[in-house]
């Protein structure tokens, strides 16, 4: 099994992150932020084979206009 990984701020993420990545950073299920992404409520993209990404600064700029908890969390 892959030891996770932990992340402090937003320079250490990756450019594109994966549902699972951006649910922990949400604090909410992937069934959750999938459904999001399906409405059009956060900024993502869905590829061919199903699976979601999530631009890093798009995600950021999406929490930073919420005032999300998570974005003051991991960004400053």
Same mark, same amino acid.
């Given at each position: 099994m892959a030891k996770p990984v932990f992340y402090r701020d937003w320079d250490e993420l990756p450019v594109m992150l994966t549902l699972p990545q951006v649910a922990l950073i949400c604090a909410r299920t992937t069934e959750c932020v999938r459904k999001w992404a399906v409405?059009?409520?956060?900024? =993502? =993209?869905q590829n061919p084979d199903g699976s979601w990404l999530f631009d890093k600064a798009l995600l950021r700029e999406w929490f930073r206009q919420r005032g999300n908890d998570a974005a003051r969390k991991i960004a400053s």
């Open positions: 409405s059009g409520k956060i900024p =993502a =993209a």
